[in-house]
């Protein structure tokens, strides 16, 4: 990345001013998420959503890519989630029904018709969940308030509902709009944005933490007192370290990949020569990026809500508590607390996410597809016959590259509960650490990304100057 070349192209009026509309657009954002959606006694209902933020990984998960717009009740509540649904539903149905794999090769004309397809589909999905939301907040609420005065009525449901996917809806154009700027993918800085946003608060939490002087300040070889707390002043210091140690990693691990080289013949048709040439194919360590570890936390809050509707009718079924027990992120505050019941969650998200990381990984890289092209092109891979054999390379290569990466976005996604039961252990609470393994992913990929499409815009916009 040349950071100089970024600097000089902001003197192009064109390049200045995309940078300056995607940070309007980012401001406008932010702005949303402290829109508050209309139902009536807020105050009750944004202690209703820290409970079911506190009490399932889903919930964290959601307020953490919404930016805090499920803590604040905001209209963008919803956030994207209905477009990355749908966006996943049109992946696998693009790969399971013939026709539509055609069109998706169709060139430019078939991605608009798919992505035309994606945004129609996202607004029944965003009608649905906001209904869902609005269901479970509300039964959140009567439960825990003896009379009706906050029961909502017809015309506040669909005016909260109303809300919430056109919230939705508008974040899908501003994402756009991004997009339509050149410099990044719009959806995934809106996420981007949404997850560093949650810095500063979390920044605020660790301050008052450690200037906390209540059990003793920190001494200095003797000479002098530090006024902050000794014990939080050392893990801070080693999750600083930490966090950059595993920022490097992140890094290597996000830009780590296989080469493969294609050769291709060379061929004479007449008095001309062509091909006799090589290039590379990369395959990611980590080809299926974040999304398995959203189809785990997706599929891991499935039996956990169904244990708490279940809850509703009967607070004494035995099967309801095991499902909510079992399914829920654990969240304990003394090493007394802690049971087996506590490891059931974490071990099975390991697992769930290393399955989807094979799952999605064998839908978006085709190895049967991408040889039959190869061969239809005249290459071939040195030492590998063309074909049938081209694919079980293809394959065998892919699933080791697969057992690897699975396993180490496995044990990112896990980070947060390691700190957590650290934490718990040396200092008797845990930190909060907002950012989560995933999350970190997420801010590094997609920062990594939008740095190369500024710096090739840069390159686009100064490449007079080197002539």
Not at 256 to 284: C, D, E, L, W
Not at 420 to 427: H, P, T, V
Request: charged share 10%; glycine share 8%.
């Amino acid at each position: 990345m040349n950071f100089k070349t970024i600097l000089k192209s902001f003197k192009n009026k064109d390049m200045l001013k995309r940078i300056l509309t995607v940070i309007g657009i980012l401001v406008a954002y932010r702005i949303l998420a402290h829109v508050p959606v209309p139902l009536g006694d807020n105050a009750t209902f944004k202690d209703a959503v820290n409970n079911l933020i506190n009490g399932t990984d889903f919930g964290g998960f959601i307020n953490l890519i919404s930016g805090g717009g499920l803590t604040n009740l905001s209209i963008i509540l919803v956030g994207l989630s209905p477009y990355i649904t749908a966006s996943i539903v049109l992946q696998l149905l693009t790969k399971a029904i013939p026709s539509m794999e055609e069109l998706s090769q169709d060139g430019e004309a078939g991605r608009r018709k798919i992505n035309q397809w994606t945004r129609i589909a996202s607004i029944p999905l965003a009608i649905m969940q906001s209904i869902a939301y609005v269901y479970l907040l509300s039964q959140s609420v009567l439960a825990t308030n003896a009379t009706d005065t906050v029961k909502l009525t017809t015309y506040q449901w669909a005016l909260a509902v109303t809300a919430m996917t056109a919230g939705s809806t508008l974040l899908m154009w501003l994402g756009e709009l991004i997009t339509e700027q050149g410099i990044g993918n719009g959806i995934s800085t809106i996420i981007f944005c949404s997850i560093v946003s949650s810095l500063p608060s979390t920044i605020a939490q660790f301050g008052a933490q450690l200037f906390d002087t209540s059990q003793g300040t920190l001494s200095l070889f003797g000479w002098f007192n530090l006024p902050v707390n000794p014990t939080v002043f050392w893990i801070l210091l080693a999750c600083a370290i930490g966090m950059i140690a595993i920022l490097y990693i992140l890094v290597k691990i996000n830009e780590a990949q296989r080469i493969i080289t294609i050769n291709y013949a060379k061929r004479v048709h007449g008095n001309s020569a062509y091909g006799g040439i090589k290039s590379i194919m990369p395959i990611k360590l980590i080809a299926a990026g974040v999304v398995p570890v959203i189809f785990a936390v997706a599929f891991l809050s499935v039996p956990s809500f169904i244990g708490q509707l279940i809850q509703k009718s009967d607070s004494s079924s035995v099967i309801a508590k095991n499902l909510v027990d079992w399914f829920s992120a654990p969240n304990v505050t003394s090493l007394d607390e802690l049971s087996f019941t506590d490891f059931i969650y974490p071990i099975l998200y390991f697992i769930l996410v290393v399955a989807f990381t094979y799952f999605y990984t064998s839908i978006i890289f085709n190895s049967k597809e991408i040889a039959e092209n190869i061969q239809k092109q005249g290459g071939f891979i040195e030492g590998v016959r063309p074909g049938l054999a081209t694919e079980k390379y293809f394959k065998y290569t892919v699933n080791r590259l697969n057992f690897f990466g699975a396993f180490a976005l496995g044990l990112i996604a896990l980070l947060p509960y390691a700190v957590d039961y650290i934490s718990l252990a040396l200092l008797g609470y845990t930190l909060g650490i907002s950012v989560s393994g995933t999350g970190l992913l997420i801010v590094v990929t997609v920062a990594l990304e939008n740095i190369r499409q500024i710096n090739s815009r840069a390159l686009m916009v100064t490449y007079d100057d080197y002539k």
